[in-house]
């Protein structure tokens, strides 16, 4: 069954983001969902052609993950997006982020500042389904760095696509404007 992309036109108008922005971030995932297809498709092919032992077929197995994950963490990023409400200080997740980090301003500081470092990749709030833990991860490419076994909770994209247009190099402000766009309920609703 082949993936359909989701339609996050209910963004565009949200406060920081220009709407050029967001079409052109909506056009870039709707991209990653079609090759996503595509590449499921040519290896679905392959294997009834018994050319599983290729190359080919070995190479487009590892860009599967790439083409995958940048459809499915531009959803998770979307969908944690739009939100107009504050987050609610008495909330599980504002008690399990002070727990894990001692307050929630801890936790918002070292998240704003993985999001900050240089380079392009994704910042990833993560709860192991193990224990439970909260921890902020970077992720520099889509299919690489991945905590096995853990849950996403909050997804903020930050390769240049995501912020250069309206913020030029000033990623910080790009953060903030995400910080006042979370869709807490969403977050919240991850966790396990």
Same mark, same amino acid.
């Given at each position: 069954?082949?993936? @359909? !992309? &989701?339609?996050?036109?209910?963004?565009?108008? *949200? /406060?920081? =983001?220009?709407? @050029?922005l967001l079409k052109n971030h909506f056009t870039l995932y709707q991209g990653y969902v079609t090759n996503t297809n595509k590449v499921l498709d040519t290896l679905a092919q392959m294997l009834k052609?018994?050319?599983?032992? @290729? !190359? /080919? =077929?070995? /190479?487009?197995?590892?860009?599967v993950g790439w083409e995958f994950n940048g459809m499915r963490l531009h959803e998770y990023y979307f969908e944690n997006l739009g939100g107009k409400a504050p987050l609610d200080q008495n909330s599980p997740l504002v008690k399990k982020l002070a727990e894990e980090f001692g307050s929630y301003d801890a936790w918002e500081k070292d998240f704003k500042a993985t999001g900050a470092m240089r380079g392009i990749g994704w910042v990833v709030l993560?709860?192991?389904?193990?224990?439970?833990?909260? *921890?902020?991860? %970077?992720?520099?490419? +889509?299919?690489?760095? +991945? !905590? #096995? $076994?853990?849950? !996403?909770?909050?997804? *903020?994209?930050?390769? /240049? +696509? #995501? =912020?250069?247009?309206?913020? $030029?190099?000033?990623?910080?402000?790009?953060? $903030? #404007? =995400?910080? &006042?766009?979370?869709? %807490?309920?969403?977050? $919240?609703?991850?966790? &396990?």
């Open positions: 069954m082949a993936y @359909t !992309p &989701k339609d996050y036109a209910k963004l565009i108008g *949200m /406060e920081g =983001f220009s709407e @050029t052609d018994d050319k599983a032992g @290729t !190359p /080919e =077929f070995a /190479e487009l197995k590892r860009r993560y709860q192991d389904s193990t224990n439970r833990k909260l *921890m902020n991860f %970077w992720i520099n490419e +889509h299919d690489v760095a +991945h !905590p #096995a $076994g853990c849950n !996403p909770l909050l997804i *903020m994209d930050v390769f /240049e +696509h #995501a =912020f250069m247009l309206d913020y $030029g190099l000033k990623k910080a402000d790009y953060i $903030g #404007a =995400f910080f &006042k766009n979370i869709d %807490w309920s969403a977050v $919240g609703a991850r966790m &396990k």
